[in-house]
């Protein structure tokens, strides 16, 4: 131990030689150094070799001896790094990195990002249950206005039309003679001019002036057919063209043909490629929900299409509706809530809001303030390694001290606050786009769940699976980058050669979510069931193309796929028994020894005020012993 006094009194007069500017003499002590070898913590920590003057090497393991006398390596520094700056910055990136309940135990901190997030599922959850309920309603008033006109307005309609079952067995609803084809656009208007007599729903007309529907055809320049040559005259120009039909009460007389004459147009189903019917139905949506129970006033934009862009001898026909909420009508619309309970229930929806609101811009804020100490950490260490070892920290030491974790959870806070906010402005009457109030919130809870993992993920059990899923992604990703050229080929082949044969196959969406059916084992038979076998040879090319990419990408492509995971989830898991460290980081975090118990982790806590004095009159500026190498 003598010695060990003597080889710190000559240390620390060759620091004061250094700070007056006198040559550093260390004769006596000779070229005493500790070796830093990153990729064997053992030596980081244990192996102390000094040499003496007559070039003797001497091996000591004093723990207590070392942890005074720890010199860096003359290969990395030539500066004496002091036991009490290392055991500093081993304990900080030690906290840096410790989980919750590890920070409460070193410093008493309370956890309250985890608190935060514990409650925000809850809140956000129930909030998006809520205003789920009321989403249902309005989609489903929708829909079933939609079925309404398309009972009302065409011909025929069969209830069969309606239905949702898979695989649709259904005609497509078309027209094929000329005299039907007048007849349809003459029920439609007679339809519409009888609307408020006819239907079953609340509906209501625009007013007489603009009580109009909008005839609007796209026709070719020129179709002629040259009988004495036997071939066609064609212009295929596109000529647009709008007429407004002014619609008055029980329009039974009307008629298409005429009306079109004396507009001095004639409607030549040779040049007519396209044609619509257009006009306007205002109706108002009581909602039962008691959150939101002010009605809507909405106006359908309702569009009869008249398909005959393949000139095919069939004109096929579609009924479309727009709908769109009348916020200058729905402020105007007067309604009576029922009862208290109800007024009860949207305030209490609404302080719901309110305290979502608060909570994310806390959450956000907490997130941020961390993302902004693991900066200024970062650089701090970059600093220390750099001037005490002389050695850069690897990209991945760094990204270590970003956690993205955290740019998700302020992520989700900024979804979930936009949500709320358009999700209060709809409660108002000042907003009324609820798809994309549903879009925010369900991507802002699915965030907040998946943040929780985050949690998880400091328990040893829970840990493996999130760590599989890190480690393999650079794998997985090279994989599915050749995996999608094999299905991207499979595709356009499938699409070009079976698409006039097949509905799986008629688009390109169409034949990649067919073929990505096939490969989850989904509607096998039907897919090779429908194929039509009017062309042998398509028909046997097929086969030939069904049974191979089932084969391939089954029992290949995503045995290989599971493979890839498989592989480095038994890498993570033998690593996580054998505790190793996977870089020169956590190996010098590791020679911190002390425990979150232990006390050592403790601060002394200091006011705001205090601070800000403090630093304003710069009391606390005479630099010490270690002040120029924690710079």
């Given at each position: 131990m003598s010695s060990a006094v003597a080889r710190?009194?000559?240390?620390?007069?060759?620091?004061?030689?250094?700070?007056?500017?006198?040559?550093?003499?260390?004769?006596?002590?000779?070229?005493?150094?500790?070796?830093?070898?990153?990729?064997?913590?053992?030596?980081?920590?244990?192996?102390?070799?000094?040499?003496?003057?007559?070039?003797i090497s001497i091996q000591r393991d004093d723990s207590e001896e070392m942890s005074q006398e720890r010199l860096t390596d003359s290969a990395y520094s030539n500066c004496y790094t002091p036991p009490q700056v290392e055991n500093m910055m081993q304990r900080e990136l030690k906290y840096f990195f410790m989980n919750p309940y590890e920070k409460y135990k070193a410093r008493g901190r309370k956890p309250w990002k985890l608190c935060i997030q514990?409650?925000?599922?809850?809140?956000?959850?129930?909030?998006?249950?809520?205003?789920?309920?009321?989403?249902?309603?309005?989609?489903?008033?929708?829909?079933?206005?939609?079925?309404?006109?398309?009972?009302?307005?065409?011909?025929?309609?069969?209830?069969?039309?309606?239905?949702?079952?898979?695989?649709?067995?259904?005609?497509?609803?078309?027209?094929?003679?000329?005299?039907?084809?007048?007849?349809?656009?003459?029920?439609?208007?007679?339809?519409?001019?009888?609307?408020?007599?006819?239907?079953?729903?609340?509906?209501?007309?625009?007013p007489e002036p603009e009580r109009q529907i909008l005839v609007y055809t796209e026709e070719?320049?020129?179709?002629?057919?040259?009988?004495?040559?036997?071939?066609?005259?064609?212009?295929?120009?596109?000529?647009?063209?709008?007429?407004?039909?002014?619609?008055?009460?029980?329009?039974t007389g009307f008629h298409l043909k005429d009306f079109m004459e004396e507009q001095n147009h004639t409607i030549k189903f040779d040049r007519l490629k396209f044609m619509s019917l257009n006009f306007t139905i205002n109706s108002v949506h009581v909602k039962n929900s008691k959150s939101l129970s002010e009605p809507d006033c909405v106006n359908f934009h309702v569009k009869v299409h008249y398909d005959n862009t393949p000139h095919s001898g069939r004109i096929a026909v579609k009924l479309l509706a727009d709908d769109k909420i009348d916020e200058n009508c729905t402020k105007h619309t007067r309604s009576h809530i029922a009862d208290l309970d109800d007024y009860g229930w949207r305030t209490a929806v609404t302080g719901l809001d309110v305290i979502i609101i608060i909570l994310c811009l806390v959450s956000s804020i907490l997130c941020s303030r961390s993302l902004y100490n693991g900066y200024l950490l970062k650089k701090k260490?970059?600093?220390?390694?750099?001037?005490?070892?002389?050695?850069?920290?690897?990209?991945?030491?760094?990204?270590?001290?970003?956690?993205l974790w955290y740019v998700m959870i302020i992520i989700s806070d900024v979804l979930t606050l936009a949500g709320t906010v358009a999700k209060i402005l709809i409660q108002e009457q000042k907003f009324s786009d609820y798809d994309t109030v549903s879009l925010l919130l369900g991507a802002g809870c699915f965030l907040v769940w998946f943040g929780i993992i985050r949690y998880l993920g400091f328990f040893h059990s829970y840990s493996i699976p999130v760590i599989t899923l890190k480690v393999a992604m650079p794998n997985v990703m090279r994989f599915l980058i050749c995996a999608s050229i094999m299905y991207l080929a499979y595709a356009f082949c499938g699409w070009v050669v079976l698409g006039p044969y097949h509905k799986k196959f008629r688009t390109m969406g169409i034949t990649i979510a067919c073929m990505f059916s096939l490969i989850n084992g989904d509607d096998m038979f039907a897919t090779f069931e429908a194929m039509s076998e009017t062309n042998k040879l398509i028909y046997y090319f097929s086969q030939l193309y069904l049974y191979s990419f089932i084969s391939l990408f089954i029992y290949v492509v995503l045995s290989l796929f599971i493979a890839v995971i498989m592989d480095t989830y038994e890498t993570v898991k033998e690593f996580h028994e054998r505790g190793e460290c996977e870089n020169d980081l956590q190996v010098f975090i590791k020679q911190c020894d002390d425990t979150p118990d232990s006390g050592c982790f403790r601060v002394e806590t200091e006011s705001a005020t205090r601070k800000f004095l403090r630093r304003c009159c710069k009391r606390n500026n005479q630099p010490n012993e270690y002040t120029p190498l924690m710079d």
């Open positions: 710190r009194a000559a240390v620390s007069h060759s620091i004061d030689r250094d700070r007056s500017g006198s040559e550093v003499s260390r004769e006596g002590l000779g070229s005493a150094k500790v070796d830093y070898q990153p990729s064997n913590s053992t030596n980081m920590r244990n192996n102390l070799t000094s040499a003496d003057p007559n070039g514990i409650l925000k599922i809850v809140l956000v959850t129930t909030q998006l249950v809520v205003f789920g309920t009321n989403q249902f309603s309005v989609v489903t008033f929708m829909e079933e206005n939609t079925k309404a006109f398309e009972h009302i307005f065409l011909p025929d309609w069969q209830s069969a039309f309606d239905s949702g079952v898979y695989p649709n067995t259904k005609s497509q609803y078309a027209l094929y003679e000329t005299d039907e084809f007048f007849e349809h656009v003459d029920y439609v208007v007679k339809q519409y001019s009888n609307l408020n007599t006819v239907a079953i729903g609340t509906y209501v007309l625009p070719y320049t020129k179709f002629d057919v040259v009988t004495e040559y036997n071939c066609y005259d064609l212009d295929l120009k596109i000529v647009k063209n709008k007429t407004y039909i002014d619609v008055t009460t029980n329009m260490t970059i600093n220390f390694f750099d001037r005490h070892y002389q050695k850069k920290l690897s990209r991945s030491e760094k990204m270590t001290f970003l956690n």
